[in-house]
């Protein structure tokens, strides 16, 4: 396996997509910006809305994520997920992506809640 740290560059504070399954078997992707590498392992996703993503994890916590550089160059992450709606991943997402005020897109001053990211295996895209 592939450590994350090396995709570090990409991946934090960046547009990612994240894959989920419905519990009826349906697909949905999601697009995340408030992400974080946590080691080589974890990632944190800041949830700002993602509300299919968020049901979806807590029957199904497998998930695929995709991100990329400007040359298109990146990778695809297959995990397993966990939604925090306190605790100290949630307040890493507070601390870091609202700590100095900001407002997302759709109005949130604080997350509604985190995804850690355990990852089983990475594959690049070249």
């Known amino acids: 396996m592939t450590t994350l740290e090396k995709y570090k560059a990409i991946i934090d504070g960046k547009p990612v997509h994240i894959a989920t399954v419905t519990a009826e078997g349906?697909?949905?992707l999601a697009?995340?910006?408030?992400v974080?590498?946590?080691?080589g392992k974890n990632l944190v996703i800041s949830v700002n809305e993602m509300v299919r993503t968020q049901e979806n994890i807590q029957h199904n916590?497998?998930?695929v994520?995709?991100?990329f550089d400007e040359d298109w160059k990146g990778v695809r992450i297959f995990g397993e997920a966990?939604?925090?709606e306190t605790g100290k991943y949630y307040d890493l997402c507070r601390e870091t992506f609202f700590g100095n005020g900001e407002v997302s897109p759709f109005g949130a001053t604080k997350p509604k809640g985190a995804?850690?990211?355990t990852v089983n295996d990475v594959m690049e895209y070249v």
């Not at 697009?31 to 408030?34: G, K, Q």
């Not at 974080?36 to 080691?39: A, E, F, I, S, Y």
């Open 61 to 63: 916590p497998k998930v």
């Open 26 to 28: 349906n697909p949905n």
């Open 65 to 67: 994520i995709t991100a």
């Open 31 to 34: 697009v995340a910006s408030d």
């Open 36 to 39: 974080k590498v946590m080691d």
């Open 115 to 117: 995804i850690l990211v």
């Open 82 to 84: 966990k939604f925090y």
